[in-house]
C-alpha cells in the first residue's frame, strides 16, 4: 500500500502568514494528488486536485505544486475561516489513501 | 447545484448491520461513481469502497468480507452496508460523489453532511 506523510502533523499561524504543508507519498505518484480542508463539525471540502488544479469556487491564495513523491499545498495569505484540518489524498492506487491531516491553528 | 443528503439509524449494538443511503439531489447520476468515506471520533479519514454507475464496487480490504456498497439508479440513491460491527466501526460516515477522469484521476467533489454511528453495547 502507498503510505501517505503529512508535515507537520500541526501548525500555528497568525491571519496574514503565508502557511505551506507537505505530503509525501511513500511511492511515486505521479500527480494523483489532492487536497481537502476540513473545518470542525462540517465535511471535506476539495482545494486542489490532479496536485494543482484548483477547484471551483475555491479561492486563489490555495495553491498546489509537486510531483512523484513530494507535494506541497501553499495557502498564500491566511484567512480566519482558514483554520481547519488540510488532508492529501493520493488516488493513484485503487485505494484512494488520505494523510493522517494537518490541523492549522492560530497563534 | 448537486446536493447530497445522507441518512441512516446512528446508535447500534455489537454485531448488528450498519445501513446508511445517501440520495443524490441535481446532476447526472449515471456519469460519476459514488463513495463512501468513514472518519472515527478525532482522527482522520478512511476510505471505505465506492461504486461505478455499472454497479460494480470497489472495497477497502480490511473491510471487504463485511462491506456492501450498491446503487439505485431509479431513485439516485446509493447505499452502504456493514455487518457485524464493532466498537472500531464507531464513526461518522460521509458519502461522495466521485469525478473519475481516469482511475488514477479521481477526486470526490461533493460530499454528504455526515452521519454519526455508534457502536455500544
Known amino acids: 500500500d502507498i503510505q501517505m506523510t503529512q508535515s507537520p502533523s500541526s501548525l500555528s499561524a497568525s491571519v496574514g502568514d503565508r502557511v505551506t504543508i507537505t505530503c509525501r507519498p511513500s511511492?511515486?505518484?505521479?500527480?494523483?494528488l489532492n487536497w481537502y480542508q476540513q473545518r470542525p463539525g462540517k465535511a471535506p471540502n476539495l482545494l486542489i486536485y490532479?496536485?494543482?488544479s484548483l477547484q471551483s469556487g475555491v479561492p486563489s491564495r490555495f495553491s498546489g505544486t509537486g510531483s512523484g513523491t513530494d507535494f506541497t499545498l501553499t495557502i498564500s495569505s491566511l484567512q480566519p475561516e482558514d483554520f481547519a484540518i488540510y488532508y492529501c489524498?493520493?488516488?493513484?492506487?485503487?485505494?484512494?489513501?488520505f494523510g493522517q491531516g494537518t490541523r492549522l491553528d492560530t497563534k | 447545484q448537486v446536493q447530497l443528503q445522507q441518512w441512516g439509524a446512528g446508535l447500534l449494538t455489537p454485531s448488528e448491520t450498519l445501513s446508511l443511503t445517501c440520495a443524490v439531489y441535481?446532476?447526472?447520476?449515471?456519469?460519476?461513481?459514488w463513495t463512501w468515506i468513514r472518519q472515527p471520533p478525532g482522527r482522520g479519514l478512511e476510505w471505505i469502497g465506492d461504486?461505478?454507475?455499472?454497479?460494480?464496487?470497489n472495497y477497502d480490504p480490511s473491510l471487504r468480507r463485511r462491506v456492501t456498497i450498491s446503487l439505485d439508479t431509479s431513485t439516485n440513491q446509493f447505499s452502504l452496508r456493514l455487518t457485524s460491527v464493532t466498537a472500531a466501526d464507531t464513526a461518522m460516515y460521509y458519502c461522495?460523489?466521485?469525478?473519475?477522469?481516469?482511475?488514477?484521476?479521481?477526486?470526490?467533489?461533493?460530499w454528504g453532511q455526515g452521519t454519526l454511528v455508534t457502536v455500544s453495547s
Open positions: 461522495a460523489r466521485v469525478v473519475a477522469a481516469s482511475m488514477m484521476d479521481r477526486r470526490f467533489d461533493y
Open positions: 441535481g446532476g447526472s447520476f449515471i456519469d460519476y461513481y
Open positions: 461504486i461505478n454507475p455499472a454497479g460494480i464496487a
Open positions: 511511492q511515486n505518484i505521479g500527480r494523483s
Open positions: 490532479a496536485a494543482s
Open positions: 489524498q493520493q488516488t493513484y492506487s485503487i485505494v484512494p489513501l
